[in-house]
């Protein structure tokens, strides 16, 4: 336990201390990452709806419980992860695959094609509209580095996965949920 | 991969294989299938097969069958031991004295009132099929449901309504044609409709608690900005039939003709894309409702591009037969890729054009040949005018007839129809042997824009234009008009959205006379491509007289000049006596003595 208050920046992150990486979203202030594009993944989820519970599950493929239900759509999602530097950690995005005006993919796309290292700037300007700016980094900017290394290295060894971000619940794992994560509900 | 259906022996095979059970098998493998064959196929005939074979098979409790116009479905054949509900308009001359007020009340959407008001004073309520046509002991226990697109327009949701009132649990929806999905689907709530309606429910009498939550929805949808409107947390409770007549009924009495109810709009608004809603600035409600296609589907259309039927209705239609082509190796397809066809154009260029489409079916007539004409509506009464006087001219016994034609019309040789682009669904005309249109049929970009954006409110539409090359033959395209713009998907489908308005249409019209599996000559006036492609294309109408060797109308003008001349010359008489017997002045007796008439030929 700590017992004096260092003042100064805080010291840079190693790659030891990087926190979990979890969802992120993005909302009406704007949100500054670092995309990680090589480890973007395309995959299937479900909105399920339960008494007590309601929230995106994974969709496994063959076998998925939830898919032969009726009325029970799959949602295909781009998951893109990145280092959120107002936050100093990874996070992952869920972009819908929406090609209409003013949607996210598209303009990701538009930004994403070059190899250039950039700093992407989104927010949200409306429920369905996005407005996507980017930024080259300097020399010295927190880029993330070490811990987009980090990440990388560990999903290279299969440790984690971009997709795992959104649990793969059963019906009868949700039956025991009672709080609706907040970030996995819509 | 890729087939050609191009014989008579191949067309009989392919009719053979695909009979119902081999079509239902390839359903199972996809949920939501597009047939795309061409017209004359026998997409009629299968549908008639299929939904056999979807009864008789057991996969299926009920099967929906919509189609373009009563007069299609009057040619489809249904099993005799079916149990077979058809959905028809309500019957309007036996309504007689009431019809009108009747009608007063559809457009308002307040059918529920004159079936409970106007119909219990009719004399023929009780033969009547129309006050319990959708009522649930009408249709319980259902085979097969048969109605017009028209059913889908109304009420996006039909095939849930009908499939909870037959009580089916395993539901085939077929239908005819793709016009049901590039019809609009916006909705419009105004702000007065939202008062009034707010107005009679608050001051209903009735002990309901539907009240209560229904006043309250109504303050929240009037306050609500657009932002508000796209939350997906909205619920609007459904209303049952005895308060939703009394609200008609209610209003009526308090706003009399202005009363119109938004009803069933409000209790869908929910199921409307988030990106569709809109509150404007006069406080009107803009949103969409786009059909739903949840069930196992079949759109039969030979017109239709997969992937914009999935642009329109959110939903996956695989294409089975997308690479299979049919034509019959006799048919010539012609394109005069000139913008003189267009709308704009076509009045100024209709002489030359009239003159050649003129000599061209006199040739026709003469060879025994039928012909089908085709003209922008606007333009038929203008060309028909024109034609008449010309082949007339040409001493021809044809009449050029329009309007309504029944067979005995069409079936008289001496009478060449004339009509629409709009026409669909018609078999008259099968025995033709050729169509010419008369001028090409063009949208403008609002209607592309329209078609596109239908489902996105006006702060999340982009502008669209239609573009033309400058290269020939002359291609119309469409597109998003900033280049920032251009990584969306209304970008991508711009021109798939023009060619469904424009080529789709003449597609259809041409098809009445099956090209793809019986020989014709066709001539079409369009910028666009042709999927099967053309035998051959013109980029001038000069281009298409000389081929078709057809004198132009100046010419045919001299040569009736050249023949009354050479008549008089040929009973003896001088240039000068000629001159006199014609009333032609001396000058173009002389210009005209020594010359043979203009074939226009080279």
């Known amino acids: 336990m700590k017992d004096s208050y260092e003042w100064g ?60 239900q009726p009325g029970q759509k799959r949602e295909e999602r781009v998951f893109l992860p990145g280092y959120l530097l107002e936050e ?6 869920s972009v819908t695959d929406l090609r209409r005006p003013g949607s996210l993919l598209p303009q990701l796309e538009r930004v994403l094609c070059s190899d250039e290292k950039v700093m992407i700037t989104v927010r949200r300007t409306s429920m369905t509209t996005f407005k996507v700016r980017t930024q080259s980094l300097n020399p010295g900017d927190d880029d993330g580095e070490a811990a987009i290394e980090q990440f990388r290295k560990k999903c290279d060894a299969g440790e984690i996965n971009t997709l795992t971000v959104t649990p793969a619940y059963t019906e009868a794992e949700i039956a025991g949920l009672s709080v609706t994560p907040a970030l996995c509900a819509r | 991969m890729r087939q050609i259906i191009n014989s008579v022996a191949g067309l009989a095979d392919f009719r053979q294989r695909w009979n119902g059970p081999a079509v239902l098998a390839l359903l199972s493998q996809f949920g939501r299938m597009v047939i795309t064959w061409a017209i004359g196929v026998g997409k009629s005939f299968n549908v008639s097969v299929v939904i056999a074979a979807a009864l008789k098979g057991g996969d299926y409790d009920l099967v929906v069958a919509l189609f373009p116009t009563k007069n299609v479905i009057a ?20 309504c007689g004295a009431l019809d009108s007020r009747w009608s007063k009340l559809e457009v308002k959407n307040l059918g529920l009132l004159g079936r409970s008001e106007l119909c219990q004073l009719c004399s023929h309520f009780h033969e009547c099929f129309w006050p319990e046509q959708f009522d649930k002991k009408n249709l319980f226990g259902a085979q097969i449901v048969v109605g017009t697109h028209a059913q889908l327009s109304v009420n996006p949701y039909f095939i849930d309504t009908i499939t909870k009132k037959v009580g089916a649990q395993k539901v085939l929806v077929i239908v005819d044609e793709d016009g049901f999905a590039m019809g609009s689907f916006r909705r419009r709530v105004s702000s007065q409709e939202l008062e009034m309606l707010t107005t009679v429910i608050e001051s209903l009498d009735l002990n309901d608690g539907l009240i209560g939550a229904w006043v309250h929805c109504l303050s929240l949808l009037t306050g609500a900005d657009t932002e508000f409107l ?36 409000l209790m869908a608004f929910t199921r409307s894309p988030l990106e569709s809603r809109e509150k404007t600035e006069n406080g009107d409600l803009v949103f969409s409702l786009v059909p739903e296609v949840d069930t196992d589907f079949i759109v039969y259309s030979g017109t239709t591009n997969p992937e914009f039927l999935d642009y329109r209705l959110g939903n996956c239609f695989k294409a089975p037969f997308k690479d299979t082509r ?21 009045p100024n260029n209709s002489k030359q054009i009239l003159d050649f489409y003129a000599g061209l079916i006199a040739k026709r007539v003469s060879e025994g040949k039928r012909i089908l004409l085709l003209s922008k509506k606007v333009f038929i009464p203008f060309c028909v005018e024109e034609l008449q006087a010309r082949l007339a001219m040409q001493g021809l016994p044809v009449k050029i007839v329009t309007g309504t034609l029944d067979e005995g019309v069409v079936s008289d040789p001496k009478n060449i129809p004339l009509v629409n682009f ?14 010419f249109c008369l001028n090409g049929y063009f949208v403008n970009e609002k209607l592309v824009s329209g078609l596109l954006q239908d489902t996105l409110a006006s702060d999340i539409e982009i502008p669209v234009e239609i573009t033309c090359t ?8 469409a597109r998003a008009v900033n280049t920032n713009d251009r990584i969306y998907d209304v970008n991508t489908l711009a021109p798939q959205a023009l060619f469904q308005l424009e080529m789709s249409v003449v597609l259809q019209a041409v098809g009445r006379v099956r090209p793809y599996t019986s020989p014709a000559e066709i001539i079409t006036f369009q910028l666009s491509e042709n999927p099967t492609g053309y035998t051959q294309e013109f980029n001038t109408l000069e281009e298409a007289r000389q081929f078709f060797g057809v004198a132009s109308g100046r ?40 010359r043979g008439l203009n074939t226009g030929e080279e």
């Open chain 2, 555 to 594: 010419e045919v003008r001299m040569n009736s000049v050249i023949e009354v001349v050479q008549a008089a010359k040929s009973k003896g008489l001088k240039q000068r006596q000629a001159a006199e017997e014609t009333g032609y002045s001396l000058s173009t007796i002389q210009r005209h003595w020594h």
């Open chain 1, 88 to 93: 100093a950690r990874i996070g992952i995005f």
């Open chain 2, 422 to 435: 709009g026409i669909i669904g018609v078999n008259l005309f099968q025995e033709f042997d050729c169509v």
């Open chain 2, 75 to 94: 040619e489809i054949t249904l099993p005799d031991d079916a149990c077979v509900v058809k959905l028809k308009g309500r019957p309007r001359n036996k």
């Open chain 2, 230 to 265: 796209r939350c997906y947390d909205w619920s609007i409770p459904a209303m049952s039939g005895k308060l939703l007549l009394s609200v008609q009924r209610q209003g009526v009495e308090q706003f009399g003709d202005d009363f119109c109810t938004p009803i069933y709009s």
């Open chain 2, 326 to 346: 049919f034509e019959h190796p006799e048919t010539r397809w012609y394109n005069i890729a000139s913008k003189t066809g267009m709308k704009k154009y076509f």
């Open chain 1, 9 to 68: 920046p805080p010291p840079p992150q190693k790659p030891d201390n990087i926190p979990e990486f979890g969802f992120a979203k993005f909302t009406e202030t704007d949100q500054s990452f670092v995309p990680i594009k090589e480890q973007s993944r395309v995959g299937y989820i479900h909105y399920v709806k339960r008494p007590g519970w309601e929230g995106y599950v994974r969709c496994i493929g063959e076998g998925c419980e939830f898919c032969n």
């Open chain 2, 470 to 477: 400058n290269t020939r033959p002359y291609r119309r395209s």
